[in-house]
């Protein structure tokens, strides 16, 4: 026995809607779309988002959520219902829907504020504000899933590209500079930091605590102190909510929208790509590692002349791929050199010479 009906279809890589026919049998769920393809699904790998409820649209997700969606209207909710739970095995309602419902609600009570804040305010001020009370989980989870973004097309755009494998040493080394900074400023995240095999001496940081370093800057990167220097200002950017921010003031509706209802913050690539931090974040980044510098004891110099370098290289040439982040779109660069100049010129990180040996080369085969 088999059940038809027409349904909405989202691919959860993209935002766009197919409209589908759906089939139901006693072992699986088919899709079938315009162009003719049909997706079997096996029953036990679905779940239904909701309890079904009269006059609710109904959805559906695979177990292992990949973002995939199957809409279908209220009004043939109970239909669709009916013929998931008849057949083996039944199709289970997702345990955690409650929680994702109340998100969904708290995420369009928050889009209304903002909204309405920005009439009343002025953008900056609410994009501020709402990204203050952004929830610290779902920060964490947009950080991952930009990472994961940002990863792929970087694969699809450089041809030497990788996401390098560093020796634990250089990962430990990490933690401790990190443990180091934190000591005296308290952090709202964990730092994890993702090493990337590439010419463009780079680094960026994405919400929730990930930060990625690019091979092309560890190159040019004399001592241990140089690379605390970079990671606190990347350090800056996530705990002052940039990426956030800019979020929220840039992004369109239907995006916000989709990330707020969709639970899975799925964060465009092109849209991370594209953006860059403003002057005025900037300078909140260098200020903020300045004076975590200080408080920690680390010397600056080195970081200064890091910078000096980079000014110089980017001066003479572009690098192809314009990325947020590149020092070159940096305001202010000779202001900034001068700032970390003249900054205390002794104190240490505390890791060793073999391990800062394995932080540098992390990319290295
Ligand atoms: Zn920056």
């Known amino acids: 026995m088999s059940f038809n009906v ?13 409209n589908v026919t759906v089939i139901i049998d006693d072992r699986d769920v088919l899709i079938d779309d315009p162009d003719g393809e049909i997706c079997k699904i096996a029953r036990q790998d679905l779940l239904l988002c909701e309890k079904p409820e009269t006059n609710r649209p109904l959805r559906l997700r695979r177990a292992q959520d990949n973002g995939m969606r199957i809409v279908f209207d209220a009004q043939d909710a109970s239909s669709v219902a009916d013929a998931l739970r008849h057949g083996s095995p039944a199709v289970a309602v997702d345990e955690a829907s409650r929680k994702s419902i109340t998100r969904l609600i708290s995420g369009i009570v928050g889009f209304t504020v903002l909204v309405g804040l920005t009439i009343w305010l002025g953008v900056p001020v609410a994009v501020n504000l709402v990204a203050d009370h952004y929830p610290r989980q779902s920060e964490i989870a947009l950080g991952k899933a930009g990472r994961e ?3 792929f097309a970087l694969e699809q755009l450089e041809d030497d590209f990788a996401v390098c494998t560093p020796k634990n040493a250089a990962d430990r080394a ?3 500079i990190v443990a180091q900074l934190s000591n005296s400023t308290p952090f709202e995240y964990d730092y994890d930091v993702t090493f990337v095999r590439s010419n463009i001496p780079n680094a960026l940081a994405l919400p ?3 930060v990625l370093v690019f091979s092309g800057l560890l190159d040019i990167m004399e001592s241990q102190e140089a690379f605390t220097g ?3 200002h990347e350090i800056g950017h996530s705990e002052k909510h940039h990426g956030l921010r800019n979020m929220f003031s840039n992004i369109a509706v239907t995006q916000l929208i989709r990330l707020i209802s969709g639970g899975s913050a799925m964060v465009p690539a092109e849209f991370i790509l594209q953006q860059g931090y403003t002057r005025d974040m900037e300078r909140e980044a260098d200020q903020f590692a300045f004076e975590t510098m200080e408080r920690a004891n680390i010397r600056m110099t080195d970081t200064a002349v890091l910078f000096g370098k980079l000014n110089k ?7 192809g791929l314009d990325l947020p982040e590149m020092f070159s779109s940096h305001p202010d660069m000779e202001a ?9 010129s002794t104190g240490a990180v505390d890791i060793s010479d073999q391990d800062w040996q394995a932080l540098k080369s992390a990319c290295d085969d």
């Open 174 to 176: 990490v933690q401790q």
């Open 208 to 210: 929730g605590g990930q």
């Open 336 to 344: 900034r050199i001068a700032q970390f100049e003249n900054g205390p």
């Open 230 to 232: 970079v990671l606190a």
């Open 313 to 319: 290289t980017l001066k003479d040439g572009a690098h």
């Open 6 to 18: 027409t349904a909405r279809y989202f691919d959860g890589k993209t935002s766009a809607a197919q």
């Open 149 to 151: 973004q940002i990863l």
